[in-house]
């Protein structure tokens, strides 16, 4: 049985399989930064899953991380489990209905997509709601509706559900946010002075500064926010289609908030978004949402606004909370995961 699974099930020692392909996508190609428009799409496998067999399976989308990529997620540490090993353990325990994982590659040259439609990223919700779910319905045998998909992550993974169930409606049935980004009036304006400071040392010569990052083999604290503010800004705030013509929430002269520009990082708020968004939310059937009260980013109260305003409009959310912080949440994967699978329909 075990000569029939990839190597990389192999590797983990997995019970059911994982396969790697790789899709070109249209809605990324010739994008400004030179990423990749092949990516690859990562399918875990149930076991007795049979390619020739008449049984169909409902999908759960993982979204990655700020500065992941599919690789990422599937590597493994001792003492750690991955997402894959989770949802192998919970399948194979009969904690959970058997189901197809799909991890979705989101990475770009400064380090992540946020999974939104950018000029200067290219198109990654689309890729994601499109040309992936496409590729997995043609390739696997899935239940091929919004009743048969769900979609989760862990920190720009989580903003991702949150906005592709928001603003993509009829494509997921459910969302798990694990410490997702959102409440940006708390999450993002800690690292602005820092940032601020960095982009000064370089003249604000944006391109001059991430060649740097680049070529760094250590990178401090203030260089780690200083490149994930600028991959917030290419999602949010691109100025144009040219690489790294960005604009910042900050002015250049003093490092005073740069309202204009943070008012446009606002719209992509799901705290805010979510007051928009009641018929869309509405229609899923499981909304789940959770941080730990020690998170850096001050996104367990993110998690409390939005969790406290989908209420007030009349829905029901599952909010929990960790005495944790940011980093190394997978273990949460143990409660959302076979969660999601309960509300998808099956066969």
């Given at each position: 049985?075990?000569?029939?699974?990839?190597?990389?099930?192999?590797?983990?020692q997995?019970?059911?399989?994982?396969?790697?392909?790789?899709?070109?996508?249209?809605?990324?190609?010739?994008?400004?930064?030179?990423?990749?428009?092949?990516?690859?799409?990562?399918?875990?496998l149930p076991?007795?899953?049979?390619?020739?067999?008449?049984?169909?399976?409902?999908?759960?989308?993982?979204?990655?991380?700020?500065?992941?990529?599919?690789?990422?997620?599937?590597?493994?540490?001792?003492?750690?489990?991955?997402?894959?090993q989770?949802?192998?353990?919970?399948?194979?325990?009969?904690?959970?209905?058997?189901?197809?994982?799909?991890?979705?590659?989101?990475?770009?040259?400064?380090?992540?997509?946020?999974?939104?439609?950018?000029?200067?990223?290219?198109?990654?919700?689309?890729?994601?709601?499109?040309?992936?779910?496409?590729?997995?319905?043609?390739?696997?045998?899935?239940?091929?509706?919004?009743?048969?998909?769900?979609?989760?992550g862990?920190?720009?993974?989580?903003?991702g559900?949150?906005?592709?169930?928001?603003?993509?409606?009829?494509?997921?049935?459910?969302?798990?946010?694990?410490?997702?980004?959102?409440?940006?009036?708390?999450?993002h304006?800690?690292?602005?002075?820092?940032?601020?400071?960095?982009?000064?040392?370089?003249?604000?010569?944006?391109?001059?500064?991430?060649?740097?990052?680049?070529?760094?083999?250590?990178?401090?604290?203030?260089?780690?926010?200083?490149?994930?503010?600028?991959?917030?800004?290419?999602?949010?705030?691109?100025?144009?289609?040219?690489?790294?013509?960005?604009?910042?929430?900050?002015?250049?002269?003093?490092?005073?908030?740069?309202?204009?520009?943070?008012?446009?990082?606002?719209?992509?708020?799901?705290?805010?978004?979510?007051?928009?968004?009641?018929?869309?939310?509405?229609?899923?059937?499981?909304?789940?949402?959770?941080?730990g009260?020690?998170?850096?980013?001050?996104?367990?109260?993110?998690?409390?606004?939005?969790?406290?305003?989908?209420?007030?409009?009349?829905?029901?959310?599952?909010?929990?909370e960790?005495?944790?912080?940011?980093?190394?949440?997978?273990?949460?994967?143990?409660?959302?995961?076979?969660?999601?699978?309960?509300?998808?329909?099956?066969?």
């Amino acid at each position: 049985m075990n000569e029939t699974k990839s190597p990389l099930a192999r590797l983990m020692q997995l019970e059911g399989d994982v396969r790697v392909e790789f899709l070109e996508s249209a809605a990324l190609k010739g994008n400004p930064l030179g990423d990749p428009s092949e990516r690859p799409v990562v399918a875990y496998l149930p076991p007795g899953y049979d390619a020739q067999g008449s049984r169909r399976y409902p999908v759960l989308y993982c979204l990655h991380g700020y500065t992941g990529d599919a690789a990422a997620l599937v590597g493994s540490r001792p003492w750690e489990t991955n997402v894959v090993q989770w949802i192998d353990r919970l399948v194979s325990a009969k904690r959970m209905p058997p189901v197809i994982l799909v991890i979705v590659d989101g990475f770009t040259r400064l380090g992540g997509s946020q999974y939104v439609n950018s000029i200067h990223n290219g198109d990654y919700a689309t890729y994601t709601v499109r040309d992936v779910i496409g590729h997995v319905d043609k390739t696997y045998r899935t239940i091929a509706a919004e009743g048969g998909r769900a979609v989760f992550g862990k920190s720009s993974g989580g903003f991702g559900s949150l906005y592709l169930s928001m603003q993509y409606p009829g494509t997921f049935a459910a969302f798990a946010s694990h410490s997702g980004d959102s409440y940006f009036e708390y999450a993002h304006p800690i690292s602005f002075p820092p940032v601020h400071r960095t982009l000064e040392k370089h003249g604000w010569n944006i391109e001059a500064f991430v060649a740097h990052f680049e070529g760094l083999n250590k990178r401090q604290p203030a260089e780690y926010a200083t490149i994930e503010m600028l991959g917030y800004a290419a999602a949010y705030s691109p100025r144009s289609a040219k690489a790294f013509d960005l604009d910042l929430p900050l002015q250049r002269e003093t490092g005073e908030l740069n309202r204009a520009v943070f008012d446009r990082w606002l719209q992509f708020d799901p705290a805010r978004m979510c007051l928009e968004k009641k018929a869309e939310l509405a229609r899923l059937r499981l909304r789940y949402i959770d941080c730990g009260r020690k998170d850096e980013y001050g996104l367990d109260v993110g998690a409390r606004v939005m969790a406290s305003r989908m209420r007030e409009l009349g829905l029901e959310v599952r909010h929990e909370e960790f005495d944790d912080d940011h980093r190394n949440v997978g273990y949460r994967y143990e409660i959302s995961m076979p969660a999601l699978a309960r509300v998808l329909e099956s066969q």
